[in-house]
């Protein structure tokens, strides 16, 4: 049995999970994310290769209707003309394009189809993370780079897959994806805001917003 590892997103000591398809899980007592071994993680080849297997097109309205559950929530906590950034957008940037079509100015950024890094040298009104957080392979980092580009006021918002049910863990489709390493409860994302000091909620499933003070 692997031995305890440090939690890639609160940094407390994890115990070892499962091991399912030759991959092995730790879970955090603390911020209850479970996690795969970094030592398993997939090459950024490969990576690639499997999110170019996923079609998200930008005008696809079954897509669309998906991201709604985040932009829906967020757009009617926006002022007008906000600033903001989509965070993992990946080859096909639709809410980027739901939030400019409702008025506001969205960068993106994905390190493999939007790589320009200039754009995180900014703060935004809001960051939007959908379908990504469970690929990073530094959420600690992450986060932290997320949290700093938010301005006083605005909102970090975040669409992964909750995980819930520690016993249908293995046979869960969003743990069979291999680039997904990282898991997360809104549990996860509620000790997050705690230690910043920011507010969180869930206003649909497998969404948060999160929102730094105003002052």
């Not at 100015?105 to 939007?114: H, L, S, W």
Request: include cysteine; charged fraction near 25%; proline fraction near 8%.
């Amino acid at each position: 049995m692997p031995g305890p590892l440090a939690c890639p997103v609160c940094a407390a000591e994890s115990e070892f999970f499962l091991s399912e398809d030759s991959r092995d899980y730790f879970r955090c007592a603390r911020c209850e994310a479970r996690f795969l071994s970094p030592d398993q993680r997939p090459a950024p080849g490969a990576e690639k290769a499997q999110y170019l297997l996923h079609e998200n097109a930008i005008a696809d309205p079954a897509y669309r209707r998906f991201l709604s559950r985040l932009a829906d929530p967020l757009l009617a906590r926006l002022s007008p003309a906000s600033s903001g950034l989509d965070y993992g957008c990946g080859p096909g940037p639709a809410l980027a394009a739901i939030l400019g079509e409702a008025g506001h100015e969205v960068a993106v950024y994905d390190p493999f189809f939007r790589p320009d890094s200039s754009v995180l040298d900014t703060q935004y009104d809001f960051i939007t993370c959908t379908e990504a957080a469970e690929h990073f392979h530094d959420p600690a980092a992450e986060f932290e780079c997320l949290r700093q580009r938010v301005r006083c006021g605005g909102f970090l918002a975040i669409m992964t897959c909750f995980q819930t049910d520690d016993d249908r863990f293995a046979g869960w489709h969003y743990r069979k994806d291999p680039t997904h390493v990282v898991f997360y409860r809104e549990a996860t994302f509620r000790y997050l805001s705690g230690i910043w000091g920011w507010a969180c909620e869930s206003p649909a499933k497998d969404v948060v917003l999160m929102q730094r003070p105003k002052a």
